[in-house]
Nanobody, 122 residues
Framework: QVQLAESGGGLVQPGGSLRLSCAAS????????MKWYRQTPGKERELVAV????????NYADSVKGRFTISRDNGKNTVALQMNSLKPEDTAVYFC???????????????WGQGTQVTVSS
């Protein structure tokens, strides 16, 4: 059974830090690119960060560059998002996403976690 379990969300003051974690099971983790998305009510889900299947490359939304860092541990089947210098506009539900790294794009498997709330407020 495939599972992506996020943890680490919560309430933090502006300028503070949080570290989100996502534990994966039920699939071959090292064959999947891992992503973090976020979503606020009434808005589309936004891609925040992505890390390639073996961790050799990362990319970030402009809004979080220089503040967020994505990392993964293929030995532990986990991916993390370190969030520093948090702003109120970072408030959202954050979702862990796994997308199979395959040339058969149309048939790639995609999995989602349930999400974890991050609230940045004083």
């Amino acid at each position: 059974q495939v599972q992506l379990a996020e943890s680490g969300g919560g309430l933090v003051q502006p300028g503070g830090s949080l570290r989100l974690s996502c534990a994966a099971s039920g699939f071959t983790f090292s064959r999947f690119d891992m992503k973090w998305y976020r979503q606020t009510p009434g808005k589309e889900r936004e891609l925040v960060a992505v890390i390639s299947s073996i961790g050799e490359s990362t990319n970030y939304a402009d809004s979080v560059k220089g503040r967020f860092t994505i990392s993964r541990d293929n030995g532990k089947n986990t991916v993390a998002l370190q969030m520093n210098s948090l702003k109120p506009e970072d408030t959202a539900v954050y979702f862990c996403n796994a997308e199979e790294a395959t040339k058969w794009f149309q048939f790639r498997r995609i999995y989602w976690g349930q999400g974890t709330q991050v609230t940045v407020s004083s």
